[in-house]
T-cell receptor, first 110, second 116 residues
């Protein structure tokens, strides 16, 4: 069945560092791909999405490109801030449901 | 836009009692709502999918008689944990398929259930 694998955390970076959180997927068909973020004490929020191959989703300085050839949807940000500290979830939309990665905790130190 | 609320945000109950959690889409109509459970430091586990006016579809291993789901209107779904036990203690999150198609889900803030 469809599945999502993302890198284990926690990922600890210094402020202004470059961020990559890897996400790969297996799927039949052509799913949509998502990154959700959960800030401490808050609910899940949609960060960005891409609906087809080569689409790039972007929001708040974060980007991810839907790569069909490598079945990947890696999350990147050029310069992270302390306020980016959160748990990030990669997800795949299949048959109107979301299939989730395990989540990656990101810790940004000043 | 696309705001989903949950009530209550936190509930503590005694073992054997039932607890109802409400999920509302505040500014859009949601034909489909989803209920998840999140364990500490773990990802979300989909419990069930509910469509307005019909019975919920439960994931394998989720007891439908224990976790009663009602989706009576396009803006409200409820999850009732019946005869709760300590192992039911968890973080329950609802989401609604909103504008942009049901592959985009908008999440409520979650409900922390503690069963003593």
């Amino acid at each position: 069945g469809d599945s999502v694998t993302q890198m284990e955390g926690p990922v600890t970076l210094s402020e202004e560092a470059f961020l990559t959180i890897n996400c790969t997927y297996t799927a039949t068909g052509y799913p949509s791909l998502f990154w959700y973020v959960q800030y401490p004490g808050e609910g899940l929020q949609l960060l960005l999405k891409a609906t087809k191959a080569d689409d790039k989703g972007s929001n708040k300085g974060f980007e991810a490109t839907y790569r069909k050839e490598t079945t990947s949807f890696h999350l990147e940000k050029g310069s992270v801030q302390v306020s980016d500290s959160a748990v990030y979830f990669c997800a795949l939309g299949s048959n109107y449901q979301l299939i989730w990665g395990a989540g990656t905790k990101l810790i940004i130190k000043p | 836009g696309a705001v989903v609320s949950q009530h209550p945000s936190r509930v503590i109950c005694k073992s054997g009692t039932s607890v109802k959690i409400e999920c509302r889409s505040l500014d859009f109509q949601a034909t489909t709502m989803f209920w998840y459970r999140q364990f500490p430091k773990q990802s979300l586990m989909l419990m069930a999918t509910s469509n307005e006016g019909s019975k919920a579809t439960y994931e394998q291993g989720v007891e439908k008689d224990k976790f009663l789901i009602n989706h009576a209107s396009l803006t409200l779904s409820t999850l009732t944990v019946t005869s709760a036990h300590p192992e039911d203690s968890s973080f329950y999150i609802c989401s609604a398929g909103g504008p942009g198609g049901t592959d985009t889900q908008y999440f409520g803030p979650g409900t922390r259930l503690t069963v003593l």
